[in-house]
Nanobody, 124 residues
């Protein structure tokens, strides 16, 4: 299984970035795939995910209205469009996938596979 993130970088507050996660190798019938982030000294937190079964999405309150998750099933790639970025969005962003049903919602505990992460730094 491979989850390969890309698209991180340095951006000024108010700017935008688009993260990509190229997924391959897992064979779940139904799954949720999406993003977590971990800032220095903080716990890993769920940011957003999308369901393979019905396309439903989840967003953390802190990113609602600013981030948009989407998927390209042909390319097996998930995207996270991040707009109006804030310094508090600075973190390593990880792609993850969990087989449905998720035992604990979009939480690190229930994930089956992880990417290595991509760093997003938002300067003030």
């Amino acid at each position: 299984v491979q989850l390969v993130e890309s698209g991180g970088g340095l951006v000024q507050a108010g700017g935008s970035l688009r993260l990509s996660c190229a997924a391959s190798g897992f064979t779940f019938d139904d799954y949720a795939i999406g993003w977590f982030r971990q800032a220095p000294g903080k716990e890993r937190e769920g940011v957003s995910c999308i369901s393979s079964s019905d396309g439903s999405t989840y967003y953390a309150d802190s990113v609602k209205g600013r981030f948009t998750i989407s998927s390209d099933n042909v390319k097996n790639t998930v995207y996270l469009q991040m707009n109006s970025l804030k310094p508090e969005d600075t973190a390593v962003y990880y792609c993850a996938v969990g087989e449905l049903p998720l035992v604990a919602g979009w939480h690190p505990y229930g994930m089956d596979y992880w990417g290595k992460g991509t760093l997003v730094t938002v300067s003030s």
